[in-house]
């Protein structure tokens, strides 16, 4: 290839990767001129489905970072497959709740009901909306949701593999999976803070309070009165549906306790409390811990840098009418 031709490719790549930045970029308004009243529709249909379970909210703030983390926030966590081979199939998805899905699904069906609005909103950002409302229906703070997104028509269980924190991730390996989604330590941090209103089940940490590192013994690391406790709901053999609050002193609501339960051993899975014991997030946990304020600010910030990650643009997706499967 000659200089020239080549300076012409390089221009070309150059424009293609130009356009496809523009065209991927998310706007408030985006349903402006064709779902105005879009966010309004979506929040009372969220605030219904809050009424009738509290889990509503851990549910789809769980579900909305599982898609955004494995092919960007295209809503391809909601797809279905005949033979179990979607996302939602993954062994690490099967633990979401129900909750969540029906919370979008129920909400895509009260705009689709609206005049002029039917099959103009993406699944993926009526999740994105739903997330933000079930956060301010805990206490959390309130945000402007970029919308735009279009809905992914991939979904497969090998996808989730190595793309979703582990509970016993150490620090090292959440901080390259996140920054793998343009995401910095602060943004780990910020949004580890989710797990205010988060609940957990027994085999997530069961290692921590029995058999820390192969031994009869309890992980140093967590509080001695709290791993005791957990010991108490969670015995050897107990049914692996029992569900613990992650946030053991206001589990309903969306502040910033998680912090100071880590700052006191309470952190209830490995990676939770690694985040205080590690001194380069150390100080992040003090300061959510001490400001609440800067606890909000940087997780609003964070959830809107999340948000942008993976976004499909042209044929790469569509706005599906049904959120469970591709048109």
Known sequence: MSSQNLLNFLASLFLLQFLA??????????????????????????????????????????????????????????????NNTAEKDNPTDLSLAGDGFDTVIKAKAAVDSVPGCQNKVSCADILALATRDVIVLTGGPSYAVELGRLDGRISTKASVRNHVPHPEFKLAQMTKMFASNGLTLTDLVALSGAHTIGFSHCSQFSKRIYNFKSSKRIDPSLNLAYAKQLQQVCPKNVDPRISIDMDPITPRTFDNQYYKNLQQGRGLLSSDQSLFTHKSSRNLVNLFASNNTAFETSFVNAMTKLGRTGIKTGNQGEIRRDCTMIN
């Open 21 to 82: 930045s523009c065209q991927a970029k998310l706007h408030v308004d985006h349903y402006r001129d064709t779902c105005p009243n879009v966010e309004s529709i979506v929040r009372n249909a969220v605030e219904m489905k809050f009424q009738q379970t509290f889990v509503t909210a851990p549910a789809t703030l769980r579900l909305f970072f599982h898609d955004c983390f494995v092919r960007g926030c295209d809503a391809s966590v909601m797809l279905a497959s005949r």
